[in-house]
């Protein structure tokens, strides 16, 4: 409940008049004001066209819900409500207030149904009605409605808390976050102030806790800026849902936009993480900042994990989400990417009105217009050589950049050849994660070079047994099992670890620099008795791999990468199906080579001219393969083109220990390349013949920087 944080956060005395909710009567003179600008006229055109549609429902909607229609006129309530307060035409007042009417009666009568929800047809979903529920209330109490109105409204309102109540996602989760939204619009639009503290500091039900908002602050949103889920998509998606929240406060007087808060140090008793710390406070902005620096070249993200987002640039499907923090930070780097949006999205078939913002264009984006100050925005600006500190502890030096707390590194060189490298070692703690420790994905020349597998959704079967394998990521898999928590068969897609069984890795090396950028990562516990450890540099012209494999007992290691093309190897394939494995099952036209040396070449036909040395440990096999083809949906949030397929190199190795070393070049004079020491437990010496003459790679065992002699250096 808050104790030694009261202080910080205080209720108002009492709430400012309606409407309070979506928008405040400042935010509607205010785009009244604006009516001639091109952007406000075209918005409100569209609102009005929208409500001037026929739809549904007419008349008492009766004891049975319509899960699959109710949101869509709860929305167009709020819509009508909307217009009425734009143009004043009470057409528009009278049709919001029949059909808030009816959708109010029919509230009351529904029963909670299977995942305790009533109007929708699932949770989060019935957290956005009961949000467009307050939403339209709100609007139309601030028109002076009819006694016997008020009391219908404001009871079917205070019967969403039976849903708010129930809501299976009690603590850390996005689910939670939407719910929270949904208690705090409908205890706004009733004035509750009980219902506001409760969502502020959470509150019990049943004897069962929830979390509030002041918690998912101070320790979802990790030190580093980033959400604690670990995928740029659900980071958005939680970020959306925050950002009603900061934007309903703001309304009623209390500014979350620039308050810190002390981090987390202890368990609040259900914690679905185990990020703590360290001492410091916290800003909401940093949710909104962090992204910028998780990108590889061009805004490429790694879809490792539940993600979906392919660019930064596909932010506007989520809403005005750094239109609004624009308007409360006024940071530089915020109008840079809504005006590289912009740009991009110009004549993309997904602008669907050409004189509105991209965010304009996304679901709700036919109310949102009125939450905006001024558009266009200024170009801004953003460099990524900039070095900066994120959050607490997240950093960014000479172009690269390391969260701590998320686990994961992003490399990129300095040198303007599009080449980066975004490394994963961090817990496996959220369901929407794969067991993918150690996965690394490859950018050179501004192009993807390497990627992560694909769904068909969660409904999809090869969800569990190829995208949450471990064989299907840029890793190495042990005995052709997955990592913790996929090693045991199960039905489950939503599996995380426990403090019992973490599966956290280590940060032993980040080291940005001039000339080279490098990181080393280890993970002992994803596969007990197994270390796992790689060494990953990144070059303006190639990326070095050395990956070391250890154990006290005998084991099959898989190391594993994905390539956006078709291999090419030199030597005599034969037809070889790995089985039925998790993962494996689904790798196609999988070849076993016959080498005629140690070392392999690998040429790949993609977009970029890739070129790939392998370094075959004694008694190793190669094996190439295709991945499974991706789902037909087409590319993924922010990309403008279907990725190509991937394809597989796959380096089998058995024994207790290896040590797994490749070179991956995509620009410049093609090198030759020696491994001239190597040991899984001994420094591994590679030696680079280049057009800039001999340079001599040392990679350490022991905790020690990587030295490079080249000359001139």
């Known amino acids: 409940k808050g104790e030694g944080l009261k202080d910080l956060i205080r209720l108002p005395e009492q709430l400012p008049p309606h409407p309070r909710v979506f928008v405040t009567a400042a935010d ?119 006694e016997g109105d008020v009391r219908l409204f404001e009871e079917a309102l205070a019967s969403t808390r039976d849903t708010t109540n129930r809501c299976q996602h009690w603590t850390c989760g996005n689910h939670n976050t939407w719910n929270l939204a949904a208690r705090l619009a ?39 800026g980033l959400h604690w889920e670990r995928t740029p998509g659900y980071h958005f998606y939680t ?56 990108t590889l070249s061009d805004g490429d993200l790694s879809l490792v994990h539940d993600s979906g987002l392919e660019n930064l640039r ?61 558009w266009p925005l200024p170009e801004g600006r953003f460099s990524i050589d900039e070095n900066t500190k994120i959050s607490l502890t997240g950093r960014h030096e000479l172009a690269s950049t390391v969260f701590p707390d998320t686990g994961v590194t992003v490399l990129r060189n300095r040198e303007s050849t599009g080449a980066a490298i975004h490394l994963h070692w961090g817990p496996h703690s959220a369901g929407h994660q794969s067991p993918a420790a150690l996965h690394v994905d490859l950018h050179g020349g501004g192009k993807r070079l390497t990627d992560s597998p694909r769904s068909g959704g969660y409904d999809d079967p090869a969800h569990l047994t190829w995208y949450r394998s471990t064989i299907a990521h840029n890793t190495v898999t042990v005995d052709e099992a997955s990592m913790i928590p996929y090693d045991e068969d199960g039905d489950s897609i939503w599996r995380s670890d426990s403090s019992s069984e973490p599966t956290d890795g280590e940060l032993e090396l980040f080291q940005p620099g001039d000339h080279f950028q ?23 012209q190639y990326f070095l791999d050395v990956f070391r494999v250890l154990s006290e007992d005998r084991h099959q290691y898989d190391y594993a990468m994905h390539v956006l093309g078709k291999p090419e190897v030199t030597g005599t394939p034969e037809q070889s199906p790995f089985g039925s494995s998790n993962g494996y099952r689904h790798l196609r036209d999988v070849r076993k080579w016959t080498l005629s040396s140690g070392d392999c070449e690998v040429r790949w036909s993609c977009k970029a001219n890739l070129r790939t040395w392998l370094r075959i440990p004694d008694s190793a096999t190669l094996y190439t393969s295709n991945d499974p083809p991706d789902p037909e949906e087409g590319h993924s949030l922010g990309g403008l083109q279907q990725l190509p397929s991937r394809s597989s190199i796959i380096l089998r190795a058995v024994g207790k220990s290896e040590v797994f070393v490749s070179l991956w070049h995509y620009a410049g004079p093609e090198p030759n390349v020696q491994v001239i ?15 800039d003459g001999e340079v001599l790679w040392t990679v350490p065992f022991e905790p020690a920087p990587v030295v490079l002699k080249a000359p001139g250096l």
């Open 677 to 691: 020491a190597s040991g899984p437990e001994s420094e591994v010496g590679i030696l680079v013949t280049g057009s």
């Open 186 to 224: 409908a205890g706004i639009a009733l004035g509750s102030l009980g219902d506001i503290e409760d969502v502020l500091w959470g509150w019990e039900f049943q004897g069962r806790g929830r979390y509030g908002f002041v918690h998912q602050l101070r320790h979802d949103l990790l030190s580093d």
């Open 28 to 146: 509607i003179d205010r785009i009244r004001a604006l009516k001639d600008e091109t952007w406000v006229r075209v918005a409100t055109s569209r609102l009005l066209e929208c409500v001037d549609t026929e739809y549904e429902p007419v008349g008492h909607l009766g004891a049975e819900a319509h899960p699959e229609k109710n949101s869509v006129w709860i929305y167009q309530s709020f819509l009508h409500a909307l217009a009425f307060h734009l143009s004043d035409d009470q057409k528009y007042l009278k049709r919001a207030v029949d059909d808030l009417r009816n959708i109010a009666e029919g509230y009351l009568l529904w029963p909670i149904r299977e995942g305790f929800i009533r109007a929708s047809t699932y949770g989060l979903v019935e957290s956005r009605f009961t949000l467009w529920f307050a939403g339209a209330y709100d609007l139309l109490a601030a028109t002076g409605l009819p």
């Open 239 to 294: 970020l959306m849902a925050m950002t009603e929240l900061v934007c309903m406060f703001e309304h009623i007087g209390m500014d979350f936009w620039h308050k810190h808060l002390p981090t987390q140090m202890v368990d609040d008793g259900d914690d679905h993480h185990r990020a703590y710390g360290p001492d410091g406070s916290k800003s909401f902005k940093a949710a909104f900042d962090a992204p910028f620096y998780l």
């Open 314 to 374: 596909g932010v506007w499907i989520w809403g005005p989400l750094y239109e609004l923090a624009y308007q409360a930070y006024g940071d530089p780097k915020y109008a840079w990417l809504l005006a590289l949006i912009e740009r991009t999205y110009r004549d993309r078939p997904e602008r669907k009105i050409a004189a509105l913002p991209m965010s304009m264009q996304s679901r709700n984006g036919t109310a949102d217009f009125v939450r905006l100050h001024k």
């Open 518 to 540: 490098a990181c080393r990562v280890y993970n002992t516990n994803v596969y007990p008795g197994v270390r796992l450890d790689r060494t990953v540099i990144l070059t303006s």
